[in-house]
């Protein structure tokens, strides 16, 4: 199948969820998860040294310490 | 008829936890490219989110607070899906959209109304030109804040802008430095509003909103129709282009984030948060006008916390215009001078007081004083002790003055005549001449008395 026509089929799907989602007024759960704790206390900040090289050597494409992704896609 | 409404992004000025909303990765706005990153805030498949940043979630309250909302105590993040290229994950994390209660909402702010204040996390930082992403701001907490189209001018909205900004910087919430990125909505005579994106200064909004109702007004004028879409920032020229049509939330597909629980808000939070909230500066305002300050010193006084709170403290014990005369001018010339915030600079407010209540009592010149101020900024010591010890109190003595002002009128002969002459400014001129050889210790009012009696005296001679 080519990617075309994968992207135009994946395209019709979200549409008709959307189209769904767009008709319920209120969801009939009650949302979230419960947890006895929901927020971070105050801590050091820590840097993962190693992921950034990682993520880099990974990119199809890099310049400047950037990744290249599309250019004027809004 | 105009209506404006704005979609105010700041970036939460963290002072505890410098950590991204997410994760633990440090906010650091200097950082190289792609270097404070890690699996949760690029998005790496599996990775999931650490619990919400406490402070963040404070200083959003504060905020809400602040601008009179009511605050939801029980918070759901959603996602909000959309594909750029800065995000990673394929949606933002956001207490805003479908399903979801902001943290603060039915606010108001100097008459413009508030419909909500949420947290969200911040996209990376992608330059469309060059397709060039920067991972670093990836996570960021951010506060949004969200107006009622209730702005009719872009006059209007600068000035509230501003306004905004420095009640904001009375608690600390948002980075100043970092900037505002604002999404600006204007509708014309009940046309549908067209939204301008990512505006990211004061100017640029203001030159933003001038442009859209002149386009808009120029569309209607050839015939075009007016319809809901989102423009371009500004380009280089002032010019904003067409982007894509207006989502609406549906595009977004919100749906809860299944891995963050509910965000309970304790009720001794808000009460805390409460507490500390200081008095809004445009309140502070009208209290120093009706302390007799002029509106500019008023203004000028108020725009930071830390000087507005002195000039109220000092204005206890000083005349309030004197006060204001001094920390407005003097002190702020020496803060400006340094390059540092006034809390920054570790000042004795006792001594500044000390100071002030010499100045007050004509102990000491305003030209001493004001050397003095400049050093109680590098050093903290006692004024009155040092001009005792330093013999740098002002002289008022008539006959140690008299002296000065005959040699002055002696060595400047040409400056005498000119005064003669009628020179109001030659007079100045030798009353400096005396202030230079007392050090600046002479009373001034006693100086220009006895130059112009000793002026006169060997007129009267000749």
């Keep these: ?74 | 008829m105009v209506k404006i409404g704005l979609e105010i992004h700041g970036y939460l000025a963290m002072n505890r936890t410098r950590q991204k909303l997410f994760c633990c990765c440090p906010i650091a706005a200097d950082a190289l490219p792609n270097t404070i990153v890690c699996p949760r805030c690029t998005g790496q498949p599996g990775s999931k989110p650490m619990l919400p940043n406490g402070e963040a979630v404070e200083k959003v309250l504060a905020c809400s607070l602040m601008l009179d909302c009511t605050v939801n105590r029980k918070l759901i993040f959603q996602r909000k899906h959309y594909d750029w290229p800065d995000l990673p994950k394929g949606y933002q994390m956001t207490i805003s959209g479908s399903y979801s209660h902001p943290v603060g909402e039915h606010g108001s702010y100097l008459d413009i109304g508030i419909r909500e204040c949420h947290l969200e996390e911040d996209p990376a930082r992608w330059d469309p030109e060059t397709g060039l992403v920067d991972y670093n701001r990836s996570g960021y907490p951010l506060i949004e804040i969200v107006t009622e189209p209730d702005f009719t001018s872009s006059e209007q909205v600068k000035l509230w802008l501003e306004s905004l900004l420095t009640t904001l910087s009375y608690i600390k919430a948002v980075s100043r430095n970092a900037g505002i990125k604002c999404d600006v909505n204007v509708s014309t005579d009940h046309h549908p509003r067209v939204e301008i994106k990512n505006v990211n200064s004061i100017r640029a909004i203001v030159a933003a909103i001038d442009g859209e109702i002149r386009r808009q007004h120029d569309a209607v004028t050839s015939g075009e129709k007016v319809f809901s879409h989102t423009r371009s920032p500004p380009d280089a020229h002032g010019m904003t282009h067409f982007m894509r049509s207006k989502e609406t939330a549906l595009d977004y597909m919100f749906i809860p984030e299944p891995d963050l629980p509910v965000l309970h808000i304790p009720e001794d939070l808000l009460v805390s948060i409460q507490k500390t909230l200081p008095e809004k500066p445009h309140l502070k305002v009208v209290k120093f006008q009706k302390m007799g300050l002029s509106p500019i010193d008023a203004r000028i006084l108020a725009s930071d916390l830390a000087l507005a709170e002195l000039f109220e403290r000092v204005a206890k014990v000083i005349n309030p215009i004197l006060a204001a005369k001094w920390l407005r001018h003097e002190l702020l010339k020496v803060v400006n001078a340094s390059e540092k915030a006034l809390h920054e600079l570790g000042l004795d407010e006792g001594y500044i007081i000390e100071l002030l209540q010499m100045v007050e009592k004509k102990e000491v010149t305003d030209q001493i004083a004001a050397q003095l101020l400049l050093q109680l900024t590098e050093k903290s010591f006692s004024p009155r002790a040092y001009v005792a010890r330093q013999g740098l109190g002002i002289i008022s003595k008539e006959d140690e003055l008299g002296v000065l002002a005959e040699k002055v009128i002696a060595e400047n002969q040409s400056a005498v005549k000119d005064y003669l002459a009628g020179e109001e400014k030659a007079l100045n001129f030798l009353m400096g001449k005396v202030m230079a050889l007392s050090k600046g210790k002479a009373k001034p009012d006693t100086v220009k008395m006895l130059l112009k009696q000793r002026i006169a005296h060997g007129q009267n001679k000749d």
């Design chain 1, 1 to 74: 199948m080519d990617k075309t026509k994968i992207e135009q089929q994946a395209k019709k799907i979200m549409d008709e969820f959307l189209l769904v989602l767009g008709k319920i007024d209120q969801l009939p759960y009650e949302l979230g998860t419960e947890r006895p704790s929901s927020m971070r206390k105050d801590g050091a900040t820590q840097t993962d040294n190693g992921f950034s090289s990682r993520m880099l050597e990974n990119a199809p494409k890099i310049k400047d310490n950037c990744i290249v992704a599309e250019k004027k896609k809004w």
